[in-house]
């Protein structure tokens, strides 16, 4: 994977996608360097260490904002499903795709690292070690239940790459975009069966209508 150009200001992607049986939603998704840490929660997570606030700045804060306009409660749940790829530039370690879970939900047997009513995507990495050379690259999955709650029969929706390049201490935000979620889909389907068995993953099946909006 090849080092990305930087991107110093907020992206975003906005669009609007229907499923069948459920009515339009709205998706708004963005990314950005972290200026603010205290604003995003760094300081909670390790409260003990005490990190300065230098470690946690210019790694991007990605947010990705669902909005259904007609659809509530059971209607409007949805998941995200992560998967982060850290290539360290002049190791020897082979390089693989990982599931990506929040710590509270590692062993939980889900593969969700977000569900919900109108489930909110959010994501701050850092590394404290920033002389590292590393390119980090994060697919985000949205799909859904077919029956919302009930089977663990898990349908894609869409998905997008965002992540970012460290090296020599200065970190760059890369290029946030939409992927092709049919072929990526498949690529994660293995990792996926064979992490979470209990688990059963749909192929994309093209019948989710996106319409794309304004995309800075």
């Avoid at 909005?67 to 409660?73: A, Q």
Wanted: charged content about 20%; glycine content about 6%.
């Amino acid at each position: 994977m090849s080092l990305s150009p930087p991107h110093p200001t907020t992206q975003s992607l906005s669009l609007s996608f229907t499923l069948p049986s459920r009515h339009k939603t709205h998706l708004t998704i963005t990314t950005h360097p972290n200026t603010s840490p205290s604003t995003v929660g760094h300081p909670l997570l390790f409260p003990t260490k005490a990190f300065p606030r230098e470690v946690y700045l210019d790694f991007p804060v990605t947010t990705a904002k669902l909005h259904c306009t007609e659809d509530v409660g059971y209607a409007a749940t949805y998941g995200w499903i992560q998967f982060i790829y850290q290539d360290f530039k002049g190791s020897e370690v082979e390089t693989k795709w990982e599931h990506d879970p929040l710590p509270i939900t590692e062993g939980s047997g889900s593969p969700f690292i977000w569900f919900g009513p109108e489930a909110q995507l959010f994501d701050a990495p850092f590394r404290s070690d920033r002389s590292e050379r590393l390119d980090w690259t994060c697919h985000s999955f949205l799909a859904y239940l077919e029956d919302a709650v009930m089977t663990k029969t898990i349908k894609p929706v869409l998905g997008f790459e965002w992540g970012y390049v460290m090296n020599a201490g200065k970190v760059t935000v890369k290029e946030l975009k939409l992927l092709d979620v049919g072929p990526t889909w498949e690529k994660q389907r293995g990792l996926l069966e064979g992490k979470f068995r209990e688990w059963k993953y749909e192929t994309f099946d093209g019948k989710t209508n996106v319409v794309m909006g304004e995309a800075t």
